[in-house]
């Protein structure tokens, strides 16, 4: 239908131009009647009816794409959705005519701020968000002619405008002078920021072919980038120095610093001194000290020269030309002897014969501990280590508060010396003595393990038989609960099975006060193999009878809320058994 109408409308305009074409000029042309209104300034090379097809498609509409046929710097932002016509685009829907309208008058503005205020726009939407100091600074500082890139220009020329706020890149570099006069390429934000371009907060000196130690860290830059004159301009504003950043000497000291020392001395820095401070002389990390006669190796490396070479530094002057080195003449210095240098912290415990044994046989220079006194060592001492005594630490035995001086002359060699008696000496009558009268407790056990390993209890007054040889100690000889608690051998200890073993029975054996178990029982198991029940009871078991299970006519019942099973009495009848 609307086809329709338009094909109506131009047969009807038809006859209505014929009859004015006589007094219509050709510059002036149709379009004028059939236009809505005159084209902007920037639009007007377009006005007359043979370039209506430059915008506007078959339908009358605008097409998008035939705008970006000249305006190619935004295209190529419609196209990629970058750019704040880009964001326009992906964000808002939003097609050229919606912001950008025509046929309003030569004069008419066609870039207008959808945010009314250019100056709320949210700068995000461009592509690049605006930090620090260019929060702060007005638009036209950078959208300017003189920041423009000349390739956007020259590829699109529908920018003529020096106010346009295209054809503006992200660079550094369009805005601003380069300090470094190329010398650090163009990635400024790989050092700077947007908060402050004297300062590099980015820039990390280790990652450079200098890292920073010592007191280099905490030195300013210029100190050792120095400025260099240039008289450059950049847009009519004088920049007349910049400072060195890339071929600077630094492989040596004398590159920055100047030698206080007379030419005798190497003019190699680093073997005595560091970056940590001119002043403390750490000459024994780098100088070679094994001509001396005393190569310093393990802890005596790091030590600070002054540590051993007591002689005083003379004071230094107010001029570094006249610091002085510290004095080591050729003096005669103590080092044969650890003493000579070290207090003897075993309060001389370890003599021999009136002198020190050597500290070597325990210590080495890496550390005071630990020490290096093996096991095969402690064998040609008094007391050599055997079983678990081989792993114990040494404190357990020569420092056992952890406090007090540790010991190691005179120390006792018995047992008991560093273990308690846990048998409370119920055990001494039964062990031999050792040279200094205590009781050895080597008779029982061994230094491998706690556990007895070589008590023979045959040599008792009972021996152990059948299933007693494989009972534990302790099922027997039990801790009594004392403090300490003691493992019981001789007092409270009885022989008879009462005293270990319950009365399963509930007494119905007793005799005398006492039951018997050997009358029926061995030591080998539980079941009753000495029983005879024609000898052993008042019912002789004969035919049939003999047959039958004991459980066929003891049964278990409950006695004093405990089953046992009833032996004695018992009926005799038949009909106890059978019934009547």
Avoid at 308 to 314: G, M, N, R, S
Wanted: one cysteine or more.
């Amino acid at each position: 239908m609307t086809v329709f109408l338009s094909v109506v409308k131009r047969i009807w305009i038809l006859p209505v131009l014929i009859l004015l074409s006589p007094v219509l000029k050709p510059e002036n042309g149709y379009a004028q009647i059939l236009s809505p209104g005159e084209l902007a300034k920037a639009h007007r090379h377009l006005e007359g009816i043979d370039n209506c097809t430059q915008c506007h498609s078959s339908e009358k509409e605008i097409d998008p794409e035939k705008c970006l046929t000249c305006h190619k710097s935004i295209g190529t932002d419609w196209k990629a959705e970058t750019g704040y016509h880009g964001w326009l685009k992906k964000n808002e829907k939003k097609t050229c005519i919606q912001c950008h309208s025509d046929h309003n008058g030569l004069s008419f503005e066609m870039v207008r701020w959808i945010e009314k205020d250019r100056k709320k726009l949210d700068h995000l939407k461009t592509g690049y968000e605006l930090t620090g100091r260019h929060k702060e600074i007005k638009c036209e500082s950078c959208h300017q002619g003189a920041n423009l890139d000349k390739k956007q220009l020259a590829a699109d020329e529908s920018i003529k405008s020096p106010d346009t706020f295209l054809a503006l890149t992200d660079d550094c570099l369009s805005c601003h002078f380069d300090e470094h006069r190329e010398s650090l390429g163009t990635k400024c934000g790989d050092c700077h920021d947007a908060e402050d371009w004297k300062k590099a907060p980015k820039f990390d000196h280790q990652k450079s072919d200098y890292p920073l130690t010592g007191r280099h860290k905490t030195v300013d830059c210029a100190d050792c980038h120095k400025p260099v004159k240039d008289e450059k301009v950049f847009r009519k504003k004088p920049d007349k120095e910049y400072l060195q950043m890339d071929d600077l000497k630094f492989k040596s000291c004398l590159s920055c610093h100047r030698t206080p020392h007379p030419k005798e001395i190497s003019e190699d820095c680093e073997s005595c001194h560091t970056t940590g401070s001119w002043k403390t002389v750490k000459s024994q990390v780098r100088f070679n000290h094994d001509p001396t006669g005393y190569p310093l190796t393990g802890k005596h490396s790091n030590l600070e020269c002054a540590a051993c070479h007591f002689q005083e530094i003379q004071s230094a002057k107010s001029k570094t030309e006249n610091l002085v080195i510290g004095n080591f003449l050729k003096k005669k210095m103590e080092f044969k002897l650890c003493t000579d240098c070290h207090a003897d912290g075993h309060q001389k415990q370890l003599l021999e014969n009136g002198k020190l044994q050597p500290c070597e046989d325990c210590h080495t220079t890496t550390g005071f501990k630990p020490s290096v006194f093996t096991v095969k060592k402690h064998d040609s001492t008094q007391f050599p280590l055997t079983g678990a005594h081989q792993v114990t630490a040494c404190t357990d035995c020569h420092h056992k508060s952890g406090s007090d001086p540790w010991k190691f002359s005179p120390l006792e060699s018995d047992c008991q010396a560093c273990h308690p008696d846990i048998h409370q000496g119920e055990a001494d009558r039964m062990m031999p003595k050792t040279a200094s009268g205590k009781p050895d407790c080597e008779f029982c056990h061994s230094t491998d393990t706690w556990k007895v390993s070589r008590f023979d209890h045959s040599k008792t007054d009972y021996p152990l038989v059948g299933g007693h040889l494989k009972v534990s100690c302790t099922d027997c000889h039990h801790q009594d609960g004392r403090d300490p608690e003691t493992v019981l051998f001789k007092t409270g200890m009885g022989k008879d099975c009462n005293s270990c073993h319950e009365d399963v029975h509930s007494g119905q054996f007793l005799v005398k006060g006492k039951t018997d178990c050997t009358r029926c029982h061995t030591e080998d198991n539980w079941i009753a193999s000495r029983f005879d029940h024609n000898r052993d009871s008042q019912y002789l078991l004969d035919g049939a009878h003999q047959a039958v299970p004991c459980n066929g006519c003891h049964k278990p019942e409950t006695q004093s809320g405990k089953t046992v099973i009833r032996f004695k009495p018992m009926e005799t009848t038949c009909e106890s058994c059978h019934g009547s």
